[in-house]
């Protein structure tokens, strides 16, 4: 089955994992820009990274025949440091027509705090002027809380919901999101947050329309494969094909064509 990856840190990964994603029927990722582990101290660092994986990891995907989009966006761990963000919310926009770039994100909120808000809402603000999909990236720790402050903030932006991919859903979330009309994503881990085998019971549940699963795949512990295992397992459990294709390659590749340079 070909697979879109709609949430993949691939500057995490070495060569090899692009070869056994290709391997497993993954022909196209999209890249939202991330939190390194490490706060960036200058805009400038920023900058070179969104260079980075717009060039580089570009580059790195087309040998396997494997097309690599990028989402640009301050994540919501740096939003904090508000010097920096604010420039780098400034400068994130010439990236924004660059050929591979089809999306804002992935932005939201952290430890939820003031300032990540702000950060968070001028970026939509950005997204709304181009008219670019965004990621949104829902919190860790106080996940209800920190969803329900993300939906207030998109509501209260205007945003299109159909241009909104709200990411990291469990099972305590997944109704709010699904209920507000966005797009909802489930991040797959091997063991913590959310697991193939849970995605799967709230897919049973809620069905596959306007749902994504992806599997971060960043340095932390994290597994690039997860999607292609998950529709292994979605097709144990009796989903049906056309079901499985809709959720790993029919939805994605709808959101990211409302960027008209996601060609796959
Ligand atoms: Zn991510």
Known sequence: MRIIEPHIHMLARTTDDYQKMAVGGICAVVEPS????????????????????????????????MK???CIGLNPKEAN????????VEGMKRFLDRSTVVGI?????????????????AQLRIARETG???VVHLPHNN?????RRTLAALADERMDVNKVYVDHNTEDTIAMTYQAGYWAGMTLYPVTKMTPERAIEVLKQYGVERMMISSSADW??????????TCYKLSQCNFVESDIRK???DNPCSFYSQCERFVI
């Open 105 to 121: 994100g992935e932005i939201g909120f952290d430890q939820i705090t003031d300032a990540e808000e702000e950060m968070f809402r």
């Open 143 to 147: 996940k209800v809380e920190g969803t």
């Open 220 to 229: 932390g512990y994290s597994d690039p494969l997860l999607v292609p295992m």
């Open 34 to 65: 991330f939190w390194l582990g490490h706060d960036r101290k200058y805009a400038e660092s920023f900058f070179d990274y969104f260079d980075l994986l717009i060039e580089f990891e570009s580059r790195r995907a087309e040998k396997y025949g």
């Open 68 to 70: 690599h989009f990028t």
């Open 247 to 249: 959720l790993v390659y």
């Open 81 to 88: 440091n508000i010097d920096t963000a604010l420039k780098v």
């Open 132 to 134: 670019l999909p965004v």
